[in-house]
Structures are given as C-alpha cells and as structure tokens.
C-alpha cells in the first residue's frame, strides 16, 4: 500500500531565492522560474556519467530535475513541480548534485583521480 504523500513545502519568493543562490549555490541561477546550473564535461563519457549520477541522486530523493545531457556537458534545471514554484526540495537536491558532481580526491589520497593525460579528461574541479 502507498504510503500518504507529506505536506508541500511552501515556494520562496525571488528575493528569498536569489539570496539563497548566493549564499549556498553561488554556480546555479534563478530564471524562468527554476534553478539552472551547467556542468561542463570533456566528452560524451563524462557527461552521461554525470547524468547518470543525476538520476541516481534524484530517484533517490524522490525529487526529479529536467536534465539535458550534451557531448560537453549536462543542463540541470530544478522547480518543485506540485508546488510550481522553488522550495527546499530544490536547494536540497541542488546541493547534493553540486556536493557529487564536484568531488575530487583529496591530496595525498590513496584514490589519484583521473590522469592529467587530455585523453583521460573528465571534468575538472571548478
């Protein structure tokens, strides 16, 4: 049996968002009414890596952003869709995109990271 779904959060205002952005997602954007941030990729491999772990998070969190994937890079686009507008649901999913799509190993890790060789490229810390 389904369980009942939880009360909608309530949407931020324009202010609210904007402020938020700066404070927390300084890398993504507020227009047309979603949050928007672009990853770039170096080839069609780490851009459907990218996606994929996209769709893992957000299956996951149970919260589905609009994805466009590209040979060099990835479009994440974010609204609260029940709610049409942005809500905690945004900046929280947003937040742990931004948290994996980043990573990198730590210095002196025993995990090296991708070659600096230009045919192992993957994506570059930003």
Known sequence: ???QRKQEPDNY????IESLCTERLPKWRYAEGKLHRYYACHG?????????????????AWHHPEVTVTWSGVN????????????????????????FANWQPAPNSPLEGTPHDAC???REPE
């Open 44 to 60: 069609w491999r780490a851009s459907s890596l990218l996606f994929n772990a996209i769709a893992h998070i957000a299956e996951a």
């Open 76 to 99: 994440v686009s974010l609204m609260t869709h029940s709610t049409q507008g942005i809500t905690d649901k945004d900046f929280a999913l947003a937040e742990q995109i931004e948290l």
């Open 120 to 122: 192992w490229r993957y």
């Open 1 to 3: 049996m389904c369980t």
């Open 13 to 16: 205002s324009v202010n609210q």
